[in-house]
């Protein structure tokens, strides 16, 4: 590929802005030859060299710390080389400029450095997924699975699977094309099936850890539920320790749903605060009542709200229904089943915040899940899907075998992205970061 088709990129690689250090990351054909012109004589391989950096005119930009990594041992599998200047804007504009001005240099897009990693075989696609869930990691349990899952676990898993069919696949093809040779001998298709079911059982374990790998990356979803005046919005607020919603006696204030995210002993979580739920004529407060029905339907777990002063109160979802007393402070009674709080004393919240992180981690198995998007669960079903025709048919015709077989395979290469990648790519990486 000539310098002009795969140009040398550039980018600030550091968060924008006034800062001590910034990073300025380049890679491509061209990096020898950046380096010769702005440093002189390129740095010792993967050793951190002080060096001025100068334009082509022989103007200082500044004083860096140079790093060189030659190809293929480096992050895009090109030559790649680190500038770490001063964190100035000023120094920024003009070395970014100055680069850029360079014969066959631009500046790089958005995900364009992984981009190229990926195609250099440095990682498969769901490695890239992991690494962009890290950047976009919140708490402890994103930063996890999101490192397991640019660590390459998922690929490795994947390649296991994969190489299991093909072997599988080989039996096959040999009792069907060389059953009378000497050396091919033994129940061939019995042993390629049991190799298939072993795959099998192992896709479906996996594809048990989808809800909760996808939780942990878009967040818990626990949802406060009640009538009218229970004190939903006074929690949320408590627990968000801010002022999200308005708090006020008047029935119906809340009218829809309001959500903020928490980091709860590193789980993330999206607490939602719903419209008081009860008839009413108002087609507006009625919406809003039907919605937070919904989204009570579907939550992880529900704060069950009613106060102390008021009559119990029966919510759906009784599977995932944490009962809450509110207004602890005033007279009332406490059920045996429920966890009295007051937001105003202050109350019970420690209780219920541990219970809640409880509840939630009951939820996962404690290690970080294999799948955690959408693209994965539907490659590991179709798999799976051609995977249950094979072991449980009846026909014995190694042909339908084989494509079966085929058929996974094919699936499991889409989940590592050997094969129909494009769409996948363009969507990923638009929401990358323009120095990754």
Same mark, same amino acid.
């Given at each position: 590929m000539t310098v002009e088709a795969h140009p040398t990129i550039v980018a600030l690689s550091s968060a924008s802005g006034k800062a001590g250090v910034a990073v300025v990351r380049i890679s491509g054909p061209r990096v020898r030859f950046v380096l010769e012109t702005f440093v002189g004589i390129l740095p010792e391989p993967r050793?951190?060299?002080?060096?001025?950096?100068?334009?082509?005119?022989?103007?200082?930009?500044?004083?860096?710390l140079v790093l060189f990594f030659p190809a293929p041992a480096?992050?895009?599998?090109e030559d790649v080389a680190e500038l770490h200047v001063h964190g100035s804007r000023a120094v920024l504009a003009r070395l970014l400029g100055a680069l850029a001005a360079l014969p066959a240099v631009r500046l790089a897009e958005a995900g364009e450095f992984t981009r190229r990693a990926f195609e250099a075989g440095k990682l498969d696609l769901a490695a890239v997924e992991g690494l962009a869930d890290l950047i976009d990691s919140e708490t402890e349990w994103q930063r996890l699975q999101a490192l397991r899952q640019m660590g390459g676990a998922l690929g490795e898993y994947a390649k296991s699977w994969r190489g299991a069919l093909i072997e599988a696949a080989s039996l096959l093809a040999a009792e069907l094309d060389f059953s009378d040779e000497g050396d091919v001998s033994g129940p061939l298709q019995q042993q390629a099936l049991a190799l298939a079911d072993e795959?099998?059982?192992? #896709?479906? #374990?996996?594809?048990?850890?989808?809800?909760?790998?996808?939780?942990v990356r878009e967040g818990f979803v626990v949802v406060l539920a009640g009538p009218p005046n229970a004190g939903k919005s006074s929690l949320l607020n408590?627990?968000? =320790?801010?002022? &999200?919603?308005? &708090?006020?006696?008047?029935?119906?204030?809340?009218? %829809?749903s309001l959500e903020v995210r928490l980091d709860l002993a590193g789980l993330p979580v999206i607490l939602i605060?719903?419209?008081?739920?009860?008839? +009413?004529?108002?087609?507006?407060?009625?919406?809003? /009542?039907r919605r937070a029905r919904a989204l009570v339907a579907r939550a992880d777990l529900v704060l069950g709200l009613r106060g102390v002063d008021s009559e119990p109160y029966r919510i759906e979802n009784e599977a995932q229904l944490l009962k809450i007393a509110t207004?602890?402070?005033? +007279?009332?009674?406490?059920?045996?089943?429920?966890?009295?709080? +007051? /937001?105003? +004393?202050?109350?019970?919240?420690?209780?219920?915040?541990?219970?809640?992180?409880? =509840?939630l981690q009951r939820l996962g198995s404690g290690e970080p899940a294999l799948l955690t998007r959408e693209r994965h669960r539907i490659a590991v079903s179709n798999a799976i899907a051609a995977l249950e025709r094979a072991v449980t048919a009846r026909h014995g015709q190694g042909e339908l075998l084989a494509e079966d077989m085929r058929l996974a395979v094919v699936a499991l290469e889409r989940l /590592?992205?050997?094969? %129909?990648?494009?769409? &996948?790519?363009?969507r990923l990486f638009a929401g990358f970061c323009i120095g990754k």
């Open positions: 050793v951190a060299t002080l060096r001025r950096l100068r334009d082509r005119s022989g103007e200082t930009i500044d004083s860096a480096s992050f895009t599998g795959v099998l059982n192992s #896709l479906r #374990l996996a594809l048990g850890s989808f809800a909760m790998g996808e939780r408590a627990l968000a =320790r801010r002022d &999200v919603a308005i &708090v006020s006696p008047i029935a119906g204030t809340t009218r %829809d605060d719903t419209a008081g739920l009860r008839d +009413s004529a108002d087609p507006v407060e009625a919406e809003g /009542v207004k602890a402070d005033l +007279s009332g009674s406490v059920l045996s089943d429920e966890l009295a709080i +007051s /937001v105003r +004393s202050g109350e019970g919240l420690t209780a219920l915040l541990a219970e809640i992180v409880e =509840r /590592v992205g050997r094969i %129909d990648v494009e769409d &996948v790519l363009d």
